[in-house]
């Protein structure tokens, strides 16, 4: 069960929240280029999924997320997610829902690439209040394949890895306030998959 809150911000705010003294040291910096996958249909759409293949570094990994729940930006939803072969798609190998593994097993054949994600995340682990949270910051961009239809991607997650889940808004409210001055993080219900398939049926 994966527990996140989505926040967005103004490019113009991004030096104020590099500045703030939580995020000064213990950053990783990595690249992320993600393919999310379909059927002609939109039928994961539908049902509220997203099927996606990332290449991280050089390892390759294989992610189902369920519907959830999603309101303020905070969502809830199941998440399974391990090392793939590119375009193997082996769900009877990663998800142990035998109902969903069989459902997602025979959409197989018809899923194709929709739309992709590229951006590169800053990723920190933060101790506060008793609790564990990764922050992730993303900055690139979702593109749909042979188009010319793009869109920036500049948000912040905060994953809860241990404690309350009070503890991500108290987290969010201390980012906030910088020694420079307040940035402006927005709760976003938005999901970079949302974005993605809103973007894919403009090309559509």
């Given at each position: 069960m994966e527990t996140e809150l989505k926040?967005?911000?103004?490019?113009?705010?991004?030096?104020?929240?590099?500045?703030?003294?939580?995020?000064?040291?213990?950053?990783?910096?990595?690249?992320?280029?993600?393919?999310?996958?379909?059927?002609?249909?939109?039928?994961?759409?539908?049902?509220?999924?997203?099927?996606?293949?990332?290449?991280?570094?050089?390892?390759?990994l294989l992610t189902i997320k369920t519907a959830g729940q999603s309101t303020g930006g905070l969502s809830r939803r199941q998440e399974w997610e391990g090392p793939t072969t590119?375009?193997?798609?082996?769900?009877?190998q990663l998800v142990d829902d035998a109902?969903?593994?069989?459902?997602?097993?025979?959409?197989?054949?018809?899923?194709?690439?929709?739309?992709?994600?590229?951006?590169?995340?800053?990723?920190?682990?933060?101790?506060?209040?008793?609790?564990?949270?990764?922050?992730?910051l993303d900055q690139g961009r979702i593109h749909v394949p042979g188009t010319d239809l793009s869109e920036p991607i500049l948000e912040l997650e905060l994953e809860l890895l241990s404690g309350p889940e009070s503890a991500?808004?108290?987290?969010?409210?201390?980012l906030r306030q910088t020694p420079q001055g307040p940035v402006m993080l927005v709760p976003s219900d938005a999901s970079k998959a949302q974005r993605g398939q809103a973007l894919w049926a403009r090309a559509h």
């Open positions: 926040l967005s911000l103004n490019a113009a705010d991004l030096p104020l929240l590099l500045a703030h003294p939580l995020l000064a040291t213990g950053v990783h910096t990595h690249r992320l280029l993600n393919t999310y996958f379909d059927t002609p249909e939109l039928t994961l759409q539908q049902a509220r999924m997203a099927v996606r293949e990332r290449l991280s570094g050089d390892q390759w590119p375009g193997a798609l082996q769900f009877d109902a969903l593994s069989q459902t997602l097993m025979a959409l197989r054949p018809r899923l194709q690439a929709m739309f992709c994600t590229d951006f590169e995340r800053q990723r920190w682990v933060i101790a506060h209040g008793g609790t564990q949270i990764e922050v992730a991500l808004m108290a987290l969010a409210d201390v």
